[in-house]
């Protein structure tokens, strides 16, 4: 029992220890700090209470701003704090503002005035725990001083101040010519733009184009920006543009047209035909080229061509074949091979008559650069003496044998000549027949002849 009671009076007696231990001095949470009353005291017993505030910049937020110290240990704090916004500055007159970062404690901005148009204080503003730091600047409209005067020349209007965007016009004394820009105004940096133009007596020479016409600006004399306008004659092509202008250097801007003789392009030849050189593809004015025959071709005429003023002259050559087709012979004649149909040059042939046609004359002609020689081969009908031919003996008509000789004209008709030797064949046939007949026939009788005794 005793244990029992010594055992709860320490516990007790730890429970109050606990209760009466200090706190040390708290550490503040982030963008916060002590109350100054608070920031002095390093120790705080049992029960102290603090409180805290927002640093420089930062304003609170929400949450409780005090601790309280129990048992050596600080109660949370539940106050947070966030940056202080500043706003707008307010607005610039032909200007704005840029802002880099934002518009809360510690950002930046600038103010820009428009073009022609210049400030006139700090470009620069910074948000502070009071709002933007400084004066708000302004801009105002860029001036000008009047520009000095240009020799030979003078400007208006005259002024003794200009404004942005203010313009003046210059103009030479007579004959001078105004080389530069006409006009000039007041720039945003306070100057005139552009450079300042000069007055020069300038003259360019007479535009004179060979080979070429002018039709348009004519004039005595010209001067300092004077155009003219060119074209070419017939048969020649424009090199360059057809109009120039008098530049300020006393020259012609872009240089005067110029006029060449027009080139002819690669030539297409005739059939069977080639040019000698195939790489050139443009030929000018007066040059020429040659064309020459293929393989197996003989040419004829003039094969060179001249090219004048983007034409080609006439082409005279024409390319023949050196080889020669199957000839045609005249009359009552042939081929010796009729099987060859294409004959190269030098080749010859020969034609024979045909049958009952003699030959007289040259039978052969010769192949020469795809023309046959002359034929002088002629066929004449065959001339032959008369054949006599026999027949059988029969009377006929006027006391006459059929058997009797019979002409044959070497000119007659072969079938009938063949028809009669047929016949003399056959009467001999029968007449060698009817001889073996009356033999036998007297044998026989020979056989029966009764015989005579003694």
């Known amino acids: ?13 730890l429970a109050f220890t606990a209760q009466a231990q200090d706190c040390s001095r708290p550490i503040p949470g982030t963008n916060m700090q002590l109350r100054e009353k608070d920031a002095e005291t390093q120790e705080f017993p049992p029960g102290s209470k603090v409180g805290f505030t927002c640093v420089i910049g930062y304003t609170p937020a929400g949450g409780s701003p005090s601790s309280v110290c129990t048992g050596g240990v600080w109660t949370p704090v539940t106050l947070t704090c966030e940056r202080k916004s500043c706003g707008s500055p307010g607005d610039v007159l032909h200007g704005h503002i840029e802002y880099h970062d934002g518009t809360e404690f510690g950002d930046t901005a600038e103010v820009i005035c428009d073009e022609g148009y210049k400030l006139v204080g700090r470009s620069q503003l910074s948000c502070g725990d009071q709002g933007w730091k400084g004066r708000l600047p302004v801009c105002e409209v860029t001036k ?46 306070g100057t005139f733009e552009p450079e300042a133009p000069t007055c020069s007596n300038i003259k360019c020479p007479n535009p004179e184009v060979e080979n070429g016409d002018r039709y348009g600006g004519y004039k005595p004399s010209y001067k300092y920006k004077d155009t003219v306008q060119h074209k070419c004659t ?4 424009p090199i360059g543009d057809d109009v120039s202008t008098c530049g300020p250097d006393g020259k012609w801007s872009p240089p005067l047209l110029r006029c060449e003789p027009k080139n002819c392009s690669q030539p297409v030849g005739g059939s069977n035909m080639a040019l000698e050189d195939k790489t050139v593809q443009i030929f000018p004015h007066g040059s020429s080229v040659t064309f020459v025959c293929k393989d197996d071709f003989v040419p004829e ?11 080609w002259s006439r082409l005279e050559l024409t390319c023949k074949t050196k080889s020669c087709s199957q000839p045609v012979g005249g009359s009552n004649m ?41 034929l002088e081969l002629t066929c004449k009908r065959t001339t032959k003496p008369p054949k006599t031919t026999k027949g059988p003996v029969t009377v006929g008509p006027g ?4 058997g009797d000789d019979k002409t044959e004209s070497g000119g007659g008709n072969d079938t009938a000549r063949d028809a009669g030797i047929a016949l003399a064949v056959v009467a001999l046939v029968v007449a060698v027949l009817v001889l073996v007949g009356i033999l036998r026939s007297k044998k026989k009788k020979q056989g029966k002849r009764p015989s005579v005794g003694p």
Not at 1 to 13: Q, T, W
Not at 177 to 186: E, I
Not at 301 to 311: L, P
Not at 399 to 402: H, N, Q
Request: proline residues 5%; contains cysteine.
């Open 1 to 13: 029992m005793a244990v029992r009671y010594f055992s709860l009076l320490c516990c007790l007696g």
């Open 144 to 189: 000008c001083e009047p520009p000095p005067q240009i020799a030979d020349g003078v400007y208006y209007p005259e002024s003794e101040i200009y404004e942005y965007r203010e313009s003046i016009q210059y103009t030479c004394s007579k004959d001078f010519s105004l080389v530069g820009s006409k006009y000039r105004s007041c720039s945003g940096t």
């Open 234 to 237: 017939t048969g020649y092509t």
């Open 301 to 311: 005429g003039n094969a060179v061509i001249k090219c004048m003023n983007g034409d």
């Open 334 to 374: 042939a081929l010796e091979d009729k099987t060859v149909q294409i004959f190269p040059h030098g080749s010859s042939v020969t034609f024979a008559c045909i049958d009952d046609f003699d030959p007289e004359g040259n039978a052969v002609i010769k192949c020469m650069n795809g023309d046959w020689s002359r």
């Open 399 to 402: 006391g006459k044998g059929d």
